[in-house]
């Protein structure tokens, strides 16, 4: 009976701090800081952090707040943070992870970065930037990539802009940068350069510098190439008419 | 003939004398114990707790916090034990505990004792917390929980 009792001020008290559904549950191992003035708390070591539809953990949490302490302006969570919104199909790993809320911005810090949504995987090893109110997106560091159903890009740096007024990450604007060499890859083609820039618009993407396309066995090299995504047919150019190059390989003949 | 007819009248009157006697001095006894025990508990309460009641202020330019508590005993000249339903109030948030050190001077509140905050739409659970900078900063202690609802 006394078991019984202590079992069941125990269920009690502890239910009445448990998390109820639309509410957000915050729980860290070594304690919390508020600043009042300052407006923000920090939260230490082995930090989850649980709502209805996201999960964020991480082992230092530094939370800004407007006016309450449940009024949140921007999360800011470090050492491998792990981020999963199944309603949202989201999820984010990085040595940093940075989430400015009004302005729906992400920012993924750190080696191995990752941002996988359901239209669009990104990876790099410095810095991922998604801004979900404009669409606009950039990686930066080694390594950088990006994976669509239709495209697969690597770079140095990579900024473009996804389309906001539906509810697939349809990429309107693309500008790719590698001081080493760019790559792109649609269905069936290839494509090397400095720097790759796209626009929907124009449905052109353009390659400056050492551009290489292969599509079909065929090599084409040049220092300026275009090529459009409709009719997926490409120019390639150069500086010095001569230079330009084609390589047929046989091997699919 | 009836056997109790035979007792000695004298004897009997004597053993009921006796036994209110008895009764008497136990009850009177008792009597004296209890309100022994009750001085002595008086005494104990007094002599336990330099301030009932108690109550401070933190005061900051944005905020003033209000210190309640049952008990209150002094450490040295500045910090103050406070116990029992000890309450932080301000326009702001509350926070509940049964033990805190208040220092008076530094205007500070230690508690290593579970804790429990709550301000709008957040309840903080806590082992402990700390308070200073003028109430500016609070510091929860061990494992936390928060719930923002």
Do not use: H, W
Not at chain 1, 86 to 93: D, F, M, Q
Not at chain 1, 146 to 160: A, F, M, R, V, W
Not at chain 2, 106 to 135: V, W
């Amino acid at each position: 009976m006394i078991r019984l009792t202590i079992l069941l001020i125990f269920i009690v008290i502890n239910g009445s701090y448990a998390r109820q559904i639309g509410e957000t549950e915050i729980i860290s191992e070594e304690g919390i800081e508020v600043f009042q003035e300052q407006k923000f708390y920090l939260l230490k070591k082995n930090v989850i952090i649980t709502s209805d539809n996201l999960k964020l953990s991480g082992d230092e949490v530094k939370i800004y707040f407007e006016n309450d302490l449940y009024d949140i302006k921007k999360i800011e969570a470090f050492n491998n943070v792990i981020f999963e919104s199944s309603s949202y199909g989201l999820s984010a790993r990085g040595e940093k992870i940075f989430f400015e809320l009004d302005e729906e911005i992400i920012i993924i810090n750190g080696v191995k970065s990752i941002l996988d949504t359901k239209d669009v995987i990104m990876k790099s090893n410095n810095e991922i930037v998604v801004n979900n109110t404009n669409g606009k997106f950039s990686l930066k560091g080694s390594n950088s990539s990006l994976k669509t159903e239709t495209i697969y890009l690597k770079g140095e740096k990579i900024d473009g802009i996804f389309d906001t007024s539906t509810n697939i990450k349809d990429i309107i604007r693309l500008d790719v940068f590698d001081e080493n060499i760019s790559y792109l890859k649609t269905n069936n083609t290839e494509m090397f350069a400095n720097r790759i820039n796209y626009n929907k618009d124009t449905s052109i993407m353009e390659l400056k510098d050492n551009v290489k396309i292969s599509r079909d066995g065929e090599i084409v090299t040049g220092d300026y190439g275009t090529m459009n995504t409709l009719t997926q047919s490409y120019k390639v150019k150069s500086n010095n008419a001569n230079k330009v190059k084609v390589i047929i390989s046989n091997k699919n003949e | 003939m009836n056997s109790i007819l035979s007792l000695n009248k004298n004897f009997v009157l004597y053993l009921i004398f006796l036994i209110f006697i008895l009764f008497c001095f136990f009850f009177s006894f008792k009597f004296y114990n209890k309100l022994k025990n009750d001085f002595t508990e008086k005494k104990i309460e007094v002599s336990n707790v330099d301030i009932t009641e108690p109550k401070f202020a933190i005061n900051s330019l944005s905020q003033k916090i209000t210190i309640t508590a049952r008990e209150g005993n002094f450490i040295d000249n500045d910090k103050i034990l406070l116990q029992r339903n000890v309450m932080f109030e301000s326009d702001k948030f509350k926070i509940e505990t049964d033990k805190v050190t208040f220092n008076r001077r530094e205007q500070t509140a230690e508690s290593n004792n579970k804790s429990i905050f709550t301000s709008n739409k957040t309840i903080i659970s806590s082992e402990g917390f700390n308070i200073y900078d003028n109430g500016n900063k609070i510091q929860f202690y061990g494992k936390s929980k928060v719930i923002l609802k």
